[in-house]
């Protein structure tokens, strides 16, 4: 061959790498090719019936702030023509699931295709990120709306793909909730775990129970050490109390965005520990009755009972009121009902518990708790849902058809595959995302650490357990240091790219110094949008 050829031939097999598109999580295959479709003003949305009707007009809000084209979403009976074409498969392609799509652009059109409007939209979110930075603004700006020439197939390895926010520790109104929702799904992930009851307060309102939200719902305020708030903002009035609460319309409210986004909320209500505001509310429910009041925000602690009393009848009337009302609030198949770090102490000195221990033949505190959890499972079964918990729910066996989280570790989580239950993988080692993420000097006070590439070596399916039964996997964010809806984000990202990539993308796929540059590009996307987010990418050398 002669030289010149081959020099044109590497060129353009260099061109082509450095134009590969920055997408993340990382398409199963995506091929592209010269050329380019562009939106404009004369552009159409084409759907093909109701279902994807929802998602084009989904699409033409997304874009009309930015490029200030109000495109039209167009109902037709004939095959496309020109324009962005999105289709529901009328026969199934079983390589795509319910979540998959393929994605070709040309210079005459986008087509989208899909089995499930999800599909759909998971193929607008990879849309929106062919498109320029600042396709992600809200406000109008003058930019040619290039989309490259692609095909892409595109699937997810896991159907778990979650975050969790911790609204308790500290309280977000439901406009960061929604943000918090929509960035995450931006990221193809499709479940948001709202840890909606702790310690620190009671953050869900249930009627007939006001007390749960006029006491368990505030605490005292206290100071930092915060990098972006010096103190915790207080109510205005004479109280100086901190905190809040979601009434049942906001939680409706929240519900709706999630499902326009496919995001299905798995609701957690922490029992039979971290209830202190719970307790406080509600004294008659430890073992001892004391009068605590909620809990300004220590760890973990044995000294005061934020435990349930678990010989005491009430606690399960109680609860049976509160998970009747979570159940009908969440559409989703899950209660999460925590069950994680319960001292037991107070369960040993207690004569209800002790006198039930007697009759159930259970032979000590973890049988206790595990007939507790037995018994939740049954309430939150009466009400059509399943129990999802901490690991911990092991101790003293696990409720018949209990999923676990597993976060201490992952041996939990192997235990409980091996006797046939469903886990979802949240190990605290590769995705806790209130650590550290970077130099200690320019982070936000914290704790410990968990890097970025720690979060992308992460690996839910262990050896030697059924594949089938790892449903994915979850990252955390406990609100103990993270006082407000700005620095959740900042702790969030880009931290969350890494494990969308790691629930979505084949495994096979990783390659961290490859994965950075993508970031990189996606840096300009959280810009674009005002979202602040860390720039701690690689690994502190102290
Ligand atoms: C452990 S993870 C907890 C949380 C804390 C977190 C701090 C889990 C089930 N329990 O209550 O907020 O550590 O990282």
Redesign the pocket.
Known sequence: MPKHLLLIIVLIAYINCIAQPKIIPQPVSMHTSPGYFSINKQTKVIVYGADSKKVGLFLSSLLAAPTGYKLPVINQKATATTGIVLKLNYTPKPDLGDEGYTFTSTKRNIIITANKPQGLFYGIQTLMQLLPPSIEGHKFVKAKWKVPAVTIIDYPRFGWRGLML?VS?HFFPKEVIKDYINQLAKYKMNSFHWHLT?DNGWRVEIKGLPQLTDIGAWRAPREGPFLFVSHEDTEPGEKATYGGYYTQDDIREVVKYAQERFVTIVPEV?VPA?SMALIASMPNLSCTGLQYPVDVGT??YAKKDNVLCVGNDSTYLILDKIFTQIAQLFPGQYIHM?G??AYKGFWEKCPKCQGLAKREGLKDSHELQSYFVKRVEKILQSKGKKLIG?D?ILEGGLAPEATVMS??GMKGGIAAAKQGHKVVMSP?DYV?L??YQGNHFIEPHS?YKLWLSDCYSFEPVPDSVDTNLILGGQG?L???AVPNGRHAMYMTWPRGMALAEVFWSPRGKRDYDEFVTRVEAHFKRFDAANVKVSRSIYEPLV
């Open positions: 911790d520790r702790d922490d971290h760890p973990f925590g994680d770090e901490w911990e976060w201490r605290s806790y209130d650590m704790f955390n406990w609100s103990e």
